[in-house]
C-alpha cells in the first residue's frame, strides 16, 4: 500500500517525506487556504521534496475550463497529478487530460457506481472519502469494500483506489484489509500509526535496564 500525505504544509510535508515511508501527496482549495500561500509556489515547493504523484485541484467547474486549468498545473513538474471532481465535466476532463498522458486523479466520491464512472473515464486514481461518509452515518469502508470488487471484476480498469478523508490508523488498517492502493493521510494520523503504548512501555523498560549493566556498545 502507497502511503500519501493530505496537506499542502511544506514543513509538514519536508518533515515526513525524510522518514522514507512518503509515496505522494494530496493537496485541496480548503488545504490551500490553509496553508495561506501562493498554490504555484506550493505546489512547487513540494514536487522539490516528493517525486511521487501530488495532487493539485482544478477549481474550473466546465470541462474546458477544467482542462486548461490541469495543462497549466501539470507543467509545473512531471509529478502533478490533476485533480477533478466527480461530476460529467470532471469525467471529460479526466479523459482528455490523460488521453494526453497526465495524470489524474478523480475526487470528491461517494458512491460506488461514481467510481465506475471514473475507472471507465481513465482515471489515474479514484478518491473515496471514506470519513465524510462515517461522519453522515454511512459506512466509508464498505463503499472502498465495494470499488475494490468492481475493479478487480474488469482486468481493463487501471485506476488505483485511493482512500481519502481518512480519520485514524483504523481507516489505514481496514483499506490494507480490503486492498486499497493508496491511503491519503493527515501529518497527524500518519504519525499515529507508528505509536502503541506498550511499544513506547517496552522501549522505556529496555532502556532502563540496559542502563543497569552499564555497557555501551561499541
Ligand atoms: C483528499 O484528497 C481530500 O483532500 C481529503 O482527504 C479530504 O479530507 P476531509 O474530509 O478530512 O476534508
Given at each position: 500500500?502507497?502511503?500519501?500525505?493530505?496537506?499542502?504544509?511544506?514543513?509538514?510535508?519536508?518533515?515526513?517525506?525524510?522518514?522514507?515511508?512518503?509515496?505522494?501527496?494530496?493537496?485541496?482549495?480548503?488545504?490551500?487556504?490553509?496553508?495561506?500561500?501562493?498554490?504555484?509556489?506550493?505546489?512547487?515547493?513540494?514536487?522539490?521534496?516528493?517525486?511521487?504523484?501530488?495532487?493539485?485541484?482544478?477549481?474550473?467547474?466546465?470541462?474546458?475550463?477544467?482542462?486548461?486549468?490541469?495543462?497549466?498545473?501539470?507543467?509545473?513538474?512531471d509529478n502533478i497529478t490533476v485533480k477533478v471532481p466527480l461530476t460529467i465535466d470532471g469525467l471529460k476532463a479526466c479523459r482528455h487530460l490523460t488521453g494526453n498522458g497526465t495524470m489524474v486523479n478523480v475526487?470528491?466520491?461517494?458512491?460506488?457506481?461514481?467510481?465506475?464512472?471514473?475507472?471507465?473515464?481513465?482515471?489515474?486514481?479514484?478518491?473515496?472519502?471514506?470519513?465524510?461518509?462515517?461522519?453522515?452515518?454511512?459506512?466509508?469502508?464498505?463503499?472502498?469494500?465495494?470499488?475494490?470488487?468492481?475493479?478487480?471484476?474488469?482486468?481493463?480498469?487501471?485506476?488505483?483506489?485511493?482512500?481519502?478523508?481518512?480519520?485514524?490508523?483504523?481507516?489505514?488498517?481496514?483499506?490494507?484489509?480490503?486492498?486499497?492502493?493508496?491511503?491519503?493521510?493527515?501529518?497527524?494520523?500518519?504519525?499515529?500509526?507508528?505509536?502503541?503504548?506498550?511499544?513506547?512501555?517496552?522501549?522505556?523498560?529496555?532502556?532502563?535496564?540496559?542502563?543497569?549493566?552499564?555497557?555501551?556498545?561499541?
Amino acid at each position: 500500500m502507497k502511503f500519501f500525505v493530505d496537506t499542502a504544509d511544506i514543513a509538514e510535508i519536508r518533515d515526513l517525506a525524510e522518514s522514507g515511508l512518503l509515496d505522494g501527496v494530496t493537496t485541496n482549495p480548503t488545504l490551500v487556504a490553509k496553508a495561506g500561500r501562493d498554490f504555484t509556489e506550493i505546489l512547487k515547493d513540494i514536487c522539490d521534496v516528493v517525486d511521487g504523484p501530488v495532487s493539485a485541484e482544478v477549481t474550473a467547474t466546465d470541462a474546458k475550463g477544467m482542462i486548461e486549468e490541469g495543462e497549466k498545473l501539470a507543467r509545473i513538474a512531471d509529478n502533478i497529478t490533476v485533480k477533478v471532481p466527480l461530476t460529467i465535466d470532471g469525467l471529460k476532463a479526466c479523459r482528455h487530460l490523460t488521453g494526453n498522458g497526465t495524470m489524474v486523479n478523480v475526487t470528491l466520491c461517494f458512491s460506488a457506481v461514481q467510481a465506475l464512472m471514473a475507472a471507465k473515464a481513465g482515471a489515474t486514481f479514484i478518491s473515496p472519502f471514506v470519513g465524510r461518509l462515517d461522519d453522515i452515518s454511512q459506512d466509508g469502508m464498505q463503499l472502498i469494500q465495494d470499488i475494490r470488487q468492481i475493479y478487480d471484476n474488469y482486468d481493463s480498469f487501471t485506476t488505483e483506489i485511493l482512500v481519502a478523508s481518512i480519520r485514524n490508523p483504523v481507516h489505514v488498517l481496514k483499506a490494507a484489509l480490503i486492498g486499497a492502493d493508496v491511503c491519503t493521510i493527515p501529518p497527524s494520523t500518519l504519525r499515529q500509526l507508528v505509536k502503541h503504548p506498550l511499544t513506547d512501555a517496552g522501549l522505556q523498560a529496555f532502556l532502563a535496564d540496559w542502563a543497569k549493566t552499564g555497557q555501551k556498545i561499541g
